[in-house]
Structures are given as structure tokens and as C-alpha cells.
């Protein structure tokens, strides 16, 4: 099974901050990486799919990069509305869709 | 609007079962994968089951094999899971979740506000 790490496990950021969060798979996963926001008490959301691709209606300070094994989500210029806590997702071994353990952004 | 509604979760005792339903609107159901996410209390996210647009492949995660089974009525619009020989491990938010894709690519693009099952006597 592949597994999935996240790094850091949490960050403190102030609002205009550049945010980069690390995803690492246990074996390479070529492109077959997903990023998700979730919100306390809401469903997680979509933000980049296939390691770089921005999802419809998700604002371009979101971008992603990476490919085999190590993957960047990035923040340009952190916004109060991002406050949240992200996971990485792989979908090479589908159909089973491993997700990492998450990274809490919050307020510094 | 595409939508995905879930429902039937509540309090239940160990070793007892419980339905959920998920009714999906505003696309063409019968197109996409459908996928149960759960999230225990504080927790991440963990992906339960899957199954196919016709509904000849599921699959699941190993910790619910033979207990939890996936299932769908297209004509319905409607997904299911139904939850047997629960354990206060499976106590968490379920999430019904869309699979859309981009070529090969698979990712969870829409998904339903969760329903909550609480494991516990």
C-alpha cells in the first residue's frame, strides 16, 4: 500500500504570508496527486488535481507542483480565508484513494 | 447545482447496523465513481469504499471489509453504504464524495456535507 506523509504537521502564518506545505509518497506516484482544504465543520474541498492543475473557481494564489514522490502545495499570499487544514491524495493505486494526515494552517 | 445529500447516520449500539444514503442531483449520476470518506472525531480523512458507475467493482478499505458493503441505484440517483458489526471505531462524519476525472486522473470533486454515526452503548 502506498502511504503518504505530510510535512509539517502544522504551521502558524500571518495574512500575505507564502505557505508551503510538503506531501511525500511512500513510492513514486508519478502525477496521481490531489490537494484538498478542509474547514472546521465543512466538507473538504478540491484545490489542485493531477500534482498542478488548479480546480475550477479556486483562486491562483493556489498552485501545486511535484511529481514521483515529493509534492508542493503553495500559497502565495496567505488570505484570513485559507485558515484551514489541507490533505494531500494519491490516485495512482486506485481504486483505493490514500490521503495524508493533513497540515493545519493557522493564525500566527 | 450539482449536490450530494447524505443521510441515515445516527447513534447506534456496537455490533449493530445502520443505512446511509447519499441522493445526488445537478449531473449525470450514473456517469461518475462514487466514493464514502469518513473522518473520525479529530481526525483525518480516510477513504471507506468505492464503486463503479455500473456497480460492478467496490471496493474498501481493509478495516471494513466483510462488514461494510457500497451500493448504488442509477435510477435513483442514489448511493448507499450499509454498515454492519459496528464498532465504536467507525464512529465518525461520512462523507459521500463524487470521483470526477481529467484523462487518467481521478480526484473527489464534489462532495455532501457528511452525515454522522456514532458508535456507542
Known amino acids: 500500500d502506498i502511504q503518504m506523509t505530510q510535512s509539517p504537521s502544522s504551521l502558524s502564518a500571518s495574512v500575505g504570508d507564502r505557505v508551503t506545505i510538503t506531501c511525500r509518497a511512500s513510492q513514486s506516484i508519478s502525477s496521481y496527486l490531489n490537494w484538498y482544504q478542509q474547514k472546521p465543520g465543512k466538507a473538504p474541498k478540491l484545490l489542485i488535481y493531477a500534482a498542478s492543475s488548479l480546480q475550477s473557481g479556486v483562486p491562483s494564489r493556489f498552485s501545486g507542483s511535484g511529481s514521483g514522490t515529493d509534492f508542493t502545495l503553495t500559497i502565495s499570499s496567505l488570505q484570513p480565508e485559507d485558515f484551514a487544514t489541507y490533505y494531500c491524495q494519491q490516485s495512482y493505486s486506485t481504486p483505493g484513494f490514500t490521503f495524508g494526515p493533513g497540515t493545519k494552517v493557522d493564525i500566527k | 447545482e450539482v449536490q450530494l445529500v447524505e443521510s441515515g447516520g445516527g447513534l447506534v449500539q456496537p455490533g449493530g447496523s445502520l443505512r446511509l444514503s447519499c441522493a445526488a442531483s445537478?449531473?449525470?449520476?450514473?456517469?461518475?465513481?462514487m466514493s464514502w470518506v469518513r473522518q473520525a472525531p479529530g481526525k483525518g480523512l480516510e477513504w471507506v469504499a468505492n464503486i463503479k458507475q455500473d456497480g460492478s467493482e467496490k471496493y474498501y478499505v481493509d478495516s471494513v471489509k466483510g462488514r461494510f458493503t457500497i451500493s448504488r441505484d442509477n435510477a435513483k440517483n442514489s448511493l448507499y453504504l450499509q454498515m454492519n458489526s459496528l464498532r465504536a471505531e467507525d464512529t465518525a462524519v461520512y462523507y459521500c464524495?463524487?470521483?470526477?476525472?481529467?484523462?487518467?486522473?481521478?480526484?473527489?470533486?464534489?462532495w455532501g456535507k457528511g452525515t454522522t454515526v456514532t458508535v456507542s452503548s
Open positions: 445537478g449531473f449525470t449520476f450514473s456517469s461518475y465513481w
Open positions: 464524495a463524487r470521483s470526477g476525472y481529467y484523462l487518467t486522473y481521478y480526484y473527489m470533486d464534489v
